[in-house]
């Protein structure tokens, strides 16, 4: 067995914070060092919680849209790693699930990370993630997405593609009209690279 395939499965066997959640552990991800693409999530939902699978819901199809993916590539671990913030359903809260647990990201993410030598593209998904992995630079995800074009083209801040976030993409149309072509564009790129 690999190192890499070793780390994936403890982290698949992670029960750091199992007292916490409503469901109990059941960390979903996907990852292979191959991977060209990264997406950074927040926590799976309810429906991933019981299904086992990154993005099998409604937010994943309107992901897989923005991207101009297949399923069938989309889940292709050694061309799309899918990482989120929480690796566990958090449970659900007044305006939707509640925020990713905070001990997943220092106990696997970096050393996680430290496995995805191919990538191409980064895509950060909503406002955990973006805090994390933009530090200083985030201040609100609409701020963020709007200057995408400083960190193009190795790491893209998306909005969450949840449909809680309609209104938002309402107002903010400049996101499907300028961001989202050339969005497919590289995503295209990198998979053929």
Same mark, same amino acid.
């Given at each position: 067995?690999?190192?890499?395939?070793? =780390? =994936?499965?403890?982290?698949?066997?992670?029960?750091?914070?199992?007292?916490?959640?409503?469901?109990?552990?059941?960390?979903? /991800?996907?990852?292979? &060092?191959?991977?060209? !693409? %990264?997406?950074?999530?927040?926590?799976?939902? @309810?429906?991933?919680?019981?299904?086992?699978?990154?993005?099998?819901?409604?937010?994943?199809?309107? /992901?897989?849209?923005? %991207?101009?993916?297949?399923?069938?590539?989309?889940?292709?671990?050694?061309?799309?790693? !899918? =990482?989120?913030?929480?690796?566990?359903? &958090?449970?659900?809260?007044?305006?939707?699930? %509640?925020?990713?647990?905070?001990?997943?990201? &220092?106990?696997?993410?970096?050393? =996680?990370?430290?496995?995805?030598?191919?990538?191409?593209?980064?895509?950060? /998904?909503?406002?955990?993630?973006?805090?994390?992995?933009?530090?200083?630079?985030?201040?609100?995800?609409?701020?963020?997405?709007?200057?995408?074009?400083?960190?193009?083209?190795? !790491?893209?801040?998306?909005?969450?593609?949840?449909?809680?976030?309609?209104?938002?993409?309402?107002?903010? &149309?400049?996101?499907?009209?300028?961001? /989202?072509?050339?969005? @497919?564009?590289?995503?295209?790129?990198?998979? @053929?690279?």
């Amino acid at each position: 067995m690999t190192k890499f395939s070793s =780390l =994936l499965n403890e982290v698949r066997d992670c029960t750091i914070c199992a007292s916490e959640l409503p469901l109990g552990p059941r960390p979903v /991800l996907q990852m292979h &060092p191959k991977a060209k !693409i %990264l997406i950074v999530g927040q926590a799976p939902g @309810r429906k991933v919680h019981e299904s086992g699978v990154p993005f099998d819901d409604a937010s994943g199809k309107r /992901l897989r849209e923005w %991207l101009g993916v297949t399923s069938d590539v989309f889940y292709d671990p050694e061309q799309v790693a !899918i =990482l989120p913030m929480g690796f566990c359903f &958090p449970g659900s809260g007044k305006s939707g699930d %509640l925020a990713p647990r905070s001990e997943c990201a &220092p106990a696997w993410r970096e050393e =996680l990370l430290s496995h995805l030598s191919q990538l191409e593209i980064t895509i950060v /998904l909503g406002s955990y993630a973006q805090k994390y992995h933009f530090g200083e630079a985030f201040s609100s995800v609409t701020d963020l997405v709007k200057s995408w074009r400083t960190y193009w083209p190795n !790491i893209v801040p998306l909005p969450h593609p949840s449909p809680r976030n309609n209104i938002w993409l309402r107002k903010n &149309p400049w996101f499907e009209i300028e961001l /989202l072509p050339l969005l @497919r564009q590289r995503v295209s790129e990198s998979l @053929r690279g």
